[in-house]
């Protein structure tokens, strides 16, 4: 009896191997795997901002959004802008506003305001609703990308921004049809519009974010964003909030919650530019979709969310 025939054009288990070791090999580097890492630190970070905003407006009906802000800014501010301070030459923090001080009034201003707005939906809508909305600011800044960067996408990345804005649209369907049971449906809605311009605003941030990190550094970007975000947020602090600051009942547990809001926030805006210098700001924001699955978890057995049926 004679043997059959060879398989031709099937290769076999022990060739495959090699194969998929290189796959892996190539997939798996340090600097795939730093990134990735990076990637869901940030996740965590805006997953505790969430938690912590939530607690605040559900729990103790702090609504101070502003003010949450502010502390991160005067952090970064004592930090980074005092790094620019003391440099020489170029970088030289009275040299750059010498240059360039009205695109960072802009560039601060939209930082402040897309924190606020975030900060300020947690009022109207839920945890889970606000961190699933904020992928929004995702097309936003591809399109921004194409115009100012220059970037360039292939049709799976349209093909992602389509689904992503059904769900966007999916999702705030849901939350109006779940506000008319419970007659909550107008408030819902307005904290529904916050989400999304806030998101559009992050994205004008992480735009310029993008560039200034690539171009010149992550010192003059965060210095930059801490000194005028601590003066816009500071204003409108004043502004808009003082009889709301004036009324919180001030105990321990705000002011831990009001610490570990802007512990998070000051890491997120320490490491992100790290994770933008050597991928892309769209790249980022695709990754820290996880802090959405995060959210989730907590906002159910925290905050006894229910899954609409």
């Known amino acids: ?47 505790g ?3 912590t905003s939530q607690y605040l407006a559900e729990k103790y009906k702090v609504n101070t959004p502003m003010l949450q802000s502010f502390i991160n800014y005067c952090l970064l501010f004592l930090f980074y802008t005092m790094i620019l301070a003391f440099q020489s030459g170029s970088d030289n923090l009275l040299s750059i506003l010498k240059r360039k001080w009205w695109k960072y009034i802009l560039l601060g201003l939209a930082d402040v305001e897309a924190n606020y707005l975030i900060v300020k939906a947690y009022q109207y809508t839920t945890l889970t609703s606000v961190q699933l909305l904020d992928c929004f600011g995702i097309p936003v800044l591809m399109a921004l990308s194409w115009f100012i960067l220059y970037a360039r996408y292939r049709v799976i990345h349209f093909i992602a921004v389509a689904v992503c804005l059904l769900g966007v649209g999916t999702m705030v369907g849901a939350d109006i049809l779940a506000g008319r049971e419970d007659n909550s449906g107008s408030d819902v809605l307005i904290g529904d519009i916050l989400v999304l311009l806030g998101a559009s605003l992050y994205a004008v941030s992480n735009v310029c974010e993008e560039y200034v990190v690539k171009k010149l550094s992550r010192q003059e970007f965060l210095g930059m964003v801490g000194l005028f975000g601590t003066i816009v947020s500071g204003i409108q602090l004043l502004i808009v909030e003082y009889k709301d600051i004036a009324g919180i009942q001030w105990d321990w547990k705000i002011a831990l919650l009001f610490a570990a809001f802007a512990l998070c926030m000051f890491c997120l805006y320490s490491f992100m530019p790290l994770v933008i210098k050597v991928t892309s700001a769209t790249s980022v924001n695709l990754g820290i979709l996880t802090a959405d699955l995060y959210s989730l978890f907590f906002g159910l057995f925290l905050f006894g969310y229910k899954v609409s049926k």
Not at 15 to 41: C, E
């Open 1 to 47: 009896i004679l043997p059959h025939p060879p398989v031709m054009g099937r290769a076999s288990p022990e060739r495959l191997l090699p194969v998929w070791g290189r796959v892996l090999n190539s997939l798996l580097t340090w600097n795939i795997l730093k990134t990735i890492a990076l990637g869901q630190m940030l996740s965590l970070c805006i997953c």
């Open 49 to 51: 901002t969430a938690i």
